[in-house]
């Protein structure tokens, strides 16, 4: 099974930009998909982005539309989720998964079987 590290979280002020990566170790292209979800304080979690491994096509939130912008490193098997013009709301623990069971993803939590252990995003002035 695909093993997922997350980083670059941290503390930006809102209307600031922070990358995220996720490093995917015994990553197969059988996979179907792989993205980005986040889970705030007393929230359930969230999709965020996700892109097909087949096709390359990008799934947003509408809450992060032309704010975030997922891409994939396929030499390396990383994948990054660029978020710019944070807001306090971004404010949650970020997490990287693959799917390997569906194979169209609604990018909603439940289509994805691994997980990473998340890297926390704060937007605080």
């Known amino acids: 099974q695909p093993q997922l590290v997350e980083s670059g979280g941290g503390l930006v002020q809102p209307g600031g930009s922070l990358r995220l990566s996720c490093a995917a170790s015994k990553f197969t292209l059988d996979y179907y998909a792989i993205g980005w979800f986040r889970q705030a304080p007393g929230k359930e979690r969230e999709g965020v982005s996700c892109?097909?491994?087949?096709?390359?096509?990008?799934t947003y939130a509408d809450s992060v539309k032309g704010r975030f912008t997922v891409s994939r490193d396929n030499a390396n098997n990383i994948l990054y989720l660029q978020m710019n013009s944070l807001k306090p709301d971004d404010t949650a623990v970020y997490y990287c998964a693959v799917n390997d069971i569906y194979r169209k993803t609604r990018c909603l939590p439940y289509e994805y079987d691994f997980w990473g252990r998340g890297t926390q995003v704060t937007v605080s002035s």
């Open positions: 892109l097909s491994i087949s096709n390359g096509a990008t």
